[in-house]
Nanobody, 124 residues
Framework: QVQLAESGGGMVQTGGSLRLSCAASGRSFSSLTMGWFRQAPGKEREFVAAISWHGGTTSYADSMKGRATISRDNAKNTVNLQMNSLKPEDTAAYFC?????????????????WGQGTQVTVSS
């Protein structure tokens, strides 16, 4: 099991940027595929981005392509999500998640461990 803690959420205006971070502890972080998901009120949890255990492979939701960058630092046990050109429809709670090293990893059902989430609010 791995413990995950997100940070970096907040409120920004349309067009702004935020950098979310997720700190991991417990199970060997460097062997895990890591993902970011989000959930808006009344909606299902949806995939945002994922990164392979070695960092060499990434995947993004169509809605985030060109606006988000996922990265990881295995020495620091962290995974980050840089989001630019934010829109009101990006408003949601954002969750960090971990799973084994398998790929692809775009479904919430693929992940075993989750953080508590950090709120992102984009005002128009």
């Amino acid at each position: 099991q791995v413990q995950l803690a997100e940070s970096g959420g907040g409120m920004v205006q349309t067009g702004g940027s935020l950098r979310l971070s997720c700190a991991a502890s417990g199970r060997s972080f460097s062997s895990l595929t890591m993902g970011w998901f989000r959930q808006a009120p009344g909606k299902e949890r949806e995939f945002v981005a994922a990164i392979s255990w070695h960092g060499g492979t990434t995947s993004y939701a169509d809605s985030m392509k060109g606006r988000a960058t996922i990265s990881r630092d295995n020495a620091k046990n962290t995974v980050n999500l840089q989001m630019n050109s934010l829109k009101p429809e990006d408003t949601a709670a954002y969750f960090c998640a971990a799973r084994g090293s398998s790929w692809p990893a775009g479904s919430p059902n693929d992940y075993n461990d989750w953080g508590q989430g950090t709120q992102v609010t984009v005002s128009s």
